[in-house]
């Protein structure tokens, strides 16, 4: 994935968290291209994920970020222009059955040539620190096949079959419920 800037301008660390003010890190707010160069990153990412999920609209987009309280981890190559890789998470209010308030990942995107390196699982673990989180607490909005394969094969989680949309939330979360 390239880019027409530095992305080593937008994101001086090597893991940044971006909410809706799409501002990274210790960067100035009042630097209105950078935000305008992070909302590029954040749209290429959701579309390239999108075209490997075969969705018709991405999860992601910049547009939805700034109106929602989305957190979005982001991380790249130290080295120039490298990669960047990305997920999406989100604490939503969920009503079916029981109520509850799961941490959710929304999207999730390792770049096709990069896929199975171990970088999605490095990803995964520093948002989890983040949020001082465990996987099988965590609802997974419509998971991919290679999502579950990923779940399975580092976090044991197995239990979650691809259903619609909000199913794979309800079994998740009463997952989490019958393990306290
Ligand atoms: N086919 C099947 N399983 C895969 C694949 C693949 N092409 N790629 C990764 N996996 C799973 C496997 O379990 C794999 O272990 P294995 O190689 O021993 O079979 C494991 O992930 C590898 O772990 P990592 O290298 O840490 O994972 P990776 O960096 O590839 O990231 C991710 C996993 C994010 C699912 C990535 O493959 C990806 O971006 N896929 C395309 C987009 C996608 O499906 N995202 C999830 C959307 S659903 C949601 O976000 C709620």
Redesign the pocket.
């Known amino acids: 994935m390239e880019f027409p800037f530095n992305i080593n301008h937008l994101f001086s660390e090597r893991f940044s968290i971006l909410d809706k003010t799409l501002v990274a890190g210790r960067m100035s707010p009042r630097r209105p291209e950078l935000q305008s160069h992070i909302a590029t990153v954040i749209d290429e990412l959701g579309r390239a994920?999108a075209k490997?999920?075969k969705l018709t609209t991405p999860v992601t987009s910049a547009t939805k970020m700034q109106s929602q309280h989305h957190q979005l981890y982001l991380m790249k190559d130290g080295e120039s222009q490298g990669y960047i890789v990305m997920l999406i998470a989100a604490t939503l209010h969920l009503c079916l059955h029981v109520e509850a308030e799961p941490l959710c990942?929304?999207?999730?995107?390792?770049t096709e040539n990069l896929?199975?390196?171990?970088?999605?699982?490095e990803l995964f673990h520093f948002m989890l620190q983040h949020k001082k989180m465990e996987p099988a607490l965590m609802a997974?909005?419509?998971?991919?096949?290679?999502?579950l394969?990923?779940l399975a094969?580092?976090y044991r989680l197995t239990q979650s079959v691809p259903q619609v949309r909000f199913v794979d939330f309800l079994v998740s979360v009463l997952n989490a419920f019958s393990s306290t």
């Open positions: 994920s490997a999920q990942v929304l999207d999730f995107f390792i896929q199975r390196h171990g970088h999605g699982l997974y909005d419509r998971p991919s096949p290679k999502l394969s990923f094969k580092h």
